[in-house]
């Protein structure tokens, strides 16, 4: 073993640990900003890792889509929301853990399954075939996995369009001008919710 794989080797397993430590906290966590921002270290550790497999376009989508989109959409959320309450005991909730802890060592026990019996011996990869991860990821997209790729498309289509009615205002056309409130700077529209009090 040379320095070279020796660091990877190191740099593999503080990574694993980082993706493992984060990502129980964010499961375990109680408070709901601290599990947002150990999602993002989730997301930074598996960035790191795709790093090391040589896969720097991945890398670089795993940091600009989960933690620069979808974490900063989780935290604007929750921020959004910010709505104190207190959890009322459910009856029969340990039913429910019982469930959960079932369908995650189930699930544990399978991915564990798939890692056994996966051949991981691989063949050695040219140099040029490392440099160029977009252009064969782009031929992966529009050959062998056109199809995954365009339902992808269509579901965050359909999420945009889901996000846009929900968020949706209604326009109120009795705004006078002489009202006090309506000025220059007013918005002429107000939610759907307070449009159903008048």
Same mark, same amino acid.
């Given at each position: 073993?040379?320095?070279?794989?020796? *660091?990877? #080797?190191?740099?593999?397993?503080?990574?694993?640990? /980082?993706?493992?430590?984060? %990502? &129980?906290?964010? !499961?375990?966590?109680s408070?709901?900003?601290?599990?947002?921002f150990?999602?993002?270290?989730?997301?930074?550790?598996?960035s790191?890792?795709?790093?090391?497999?040589n896969?720097?376009?991945?890398?670089?989508?795993?940091?600009?889509?989960?933690?620069?989109?979808?974490?900063?959409?989780?935290?604007?959320?929750?921020?959004?929301?910010?709505?104190?309450?207190?959890?009322a005991?459910?009856?029969?909730?340990?039913?429910?853990?019982?469930?959960?802890?079932?369908?995650? *060592?189930? #699930?544990?026990?399978?991915?564990?399954?798939?890692? /056994?019996?996966t051949?991981? %011996? &691989?063949?050695? !990869?040219?140099?040029?075939?490392?440099?160029?991860?977009?252009?064969?990821?782009?031929?992966?997209f529009?050959?062998?996995?056109?199809?995954?790729?365009?339902?992808?498309?269509?579901?965050l289509?359909m999420?945009?369009?889901?996000?846009?009615?929900?968020a949706?205002?209604?326009?109120?056309?009795?705004?006078?001008?002489?009202?006090?409130?309506?000025t220059?700077?007013?918005?002429?529209?107000?939610?759907?919710?307070?449009?159903?009090?008048?």
């Amino acid at each position: 073993m040379n320095l070279a794989d020796g *660091v990877q #080797i190191v740099s593999f397993a503080i990574l694993a640990l /980082l993706v493992l430590g984060t %990502a &129980l906290g964010v !499961v375990l966590l109680s408070n709901i900003v601290y599990s947002a921002f150990l999602l993002g270290g989730v997301f930074i550790s598996i960035s790191g890792i795709y790093i090391l497999l040589n896969a720097d376009f991945v890398a670089a989508a795993q940091i600009l889509i989960y933690v620069g989109a979808v974490n900063v959409l989780i935290l604007f959320a929750i921020m959004l929301v910010n709505k104190r309450e207190d959890f009322a005991v459910i009856p029969g909730r340990w039913l429910r853990k019982a469930a959960t802890a079932v369908v995650c *060592v189930g #699930i544990f026990g399978l991915l564990s399954t798939m890692i /056994l019996i996966t051949p991981w %011996a &691989l063949a050695p !990869v040219a140099e040029t075939g490392i440099s160029n991860t977009i252009v064969s990821i782009g031929k992966h997209f529009f050959s062998d996995f056109l199809l995954p790729f365009e339902l992808a498309s269509v579901l965050l289509l359909m999420a945009m369009v889901g996000a846009i009615i929900l968020a949706r205002r209604d326009l109120i056309p009795d705004l006078s001008a002489e009202e006090p409130t309506a000025t220059a700077l007013t918005l002429p529209e107000r939610p759907r919710e307070l449009t159903g009090i008048e």
